[in-house]
């Protein structure tokens, strides 16, 4: 992941095993910065990084992602075209140089996602432990949350059609049909954004559309997102 140094450019990152061997890279250079949480999940983990950092943007970056100087230069060159911006999403590709998905999405991927660490703190915002690999039972869409929740507050929000880094790709629209996990995490989802109503009705329309370009069974798809509307507390 790491690029030659470059001014301005820093390296946080936040480690949540204590006992993990860390790569001597990561301890050798002045522009890594390491820190240990304790405690388990993907969000806890983003939200001791933002805290860790002292940037004016931040990107969110996971240890199977590959960057070129062009991508950093994407990031750098947007920012300074949109300053009034407090979040700027961007495109990400597959190793193979792909498109991740079709853009403009529907959703956003973290890693497509940078953003004024300032704008964040201010208005309180962070990664909601409830959602993301690793919380109790809603193991996805603390991006989609994430980003509801600064739409909510008010900030100023862009796609930038550029991309920015390149990612493995498989992810977990993938694996939807056979994940029971994902699923109710799917509803929970619905119900934080558009109200339990509005969520109710995504999921119906989530179910029909893998029974109808997947071939998917859609009553049990339907049962767990319609049980993770309920549950979320």
Same mark, same amino acid.
């Given at each position: 992941?790491?690029?030659?140094?470059?001014?301005?450019?820093?390296? =946080?990152?936040? $480690?949540?095993?204590?006992?993990?061997?860390?790569? @001597? %890279?990561?301890? *050798?250079?002045? #522009?890594?910065? &390491?820190?240990? =949480?304790?405690? $388990?999940?993907?969000?806890?983990?983003?939200?001791? @990084? %933002?805290?860790? *950092?002292?940037? #004016?943007?931040? &990107?969110?970056?996971?240890?199977?992602?590959?960057?070129?100087?062009?991508?950093?230069?994407? %990031?750098?060159? *947007?920012?300074? #075209?949109?300053?009034?911006?407090?979040?700027?999403?961007?495109?990400?590709?597959?190793?193979?140089?792909?498109?991740?998905?079709?853009?403009?999405?529907?959703?956003?991927?973290?890693?497509?996602?940078?953003?004024?660490?300032?704008?964040?703190?201010?208005?309180?915002?962070?990664?909601?432990?409830?959602?993301?690999?690793?919380?109790?039972?809603?193991?996805?869409?603390e991006e989609e949350v994430?980003?509801?929740?600064?739409?909510?507050?008010?900030?100023?929000?862009?796609?930038?059609?550029?991309?920015?880094?390149?990612?493995?790709?498989?992810?977990?629209?993938?694996?939807?049909?056979?994940?029971?996990?994902?699923?109710?995490?799917?509803?929970?989802?619905?119900?934080y954004i558009y109200g339990?109503?509005?969520?109710?009705?995504?999921?119906?329309?989530?179910?029909?559309?893998?029974?109808?370009?997947?071939?998917?069974?859609?009553?049990?798809?339907?049962?767990?997102?319609?049980?993770?509307?309920?549950?979320?507390?």
């Amino acid at each position: 992941m790491l690029l030659p140094e470059r001014d301005g450019i820093r390296y =946080v990152v936040s $480690v949540q095993q204590a006992g993990d061997s860390i790569p @001597a %890279i990561l301890t *050798s250079r002045k #522009d890594v910065t &390491l820190g240990l =949480v304790e405690g $388990v999940g993907l969000s806890m983990n983003r939200n001791n @990084a %933002i805290m860790m *950092s002292s940037a #004016d943007i931040c &990107l969110i970056a996971d240890d199977d992602n590959r960057y070129i100087k062009k991508h950093i230069d994407n %990031i750098l060159q *947007s920012w300074q #075209d949109n300053p009034e911006a407090d979040i700027l999403t961007f495109q990400a590709e597959t190793y193979d140089g792909c498109p991740l998905h079709p853009y403009p999405a529907p959703y956003v991927c973290s890693v497509e996602i940078t953003f004024r660490r300032k704008s964040i703190i201010n208005h309180g915002i962070s990664f909601n432990t409830q959602f993301g690999l690793g919380s109790p039972l809603l193991c996805a869409g603390e991006e989609e949350v994430f980003i509801a929740d600064a739409r909510r507050a008010g900030l100023s929000i862009k796609f930038i059609s550029k991309t920015i880094v390149q990612t493995n790709a498989t992810t977990t629209s993938c694996r939807f049909i056979e994940n029971r996990q994902l699923q109710i995490t799917k509803g929970a989802t619905f119900r934080y954004i558009y109200g339990t109503c509005n969520a109710v009705l995504c999921s119906f329309k989530e179910a029909g559309w893998y029974l109808f370009h997947k071939g998917a069974n859609p009553f049990p798809i339907l049962f767990n997102m319609i049980r993770g509307i309920w549950i979320l507390r």
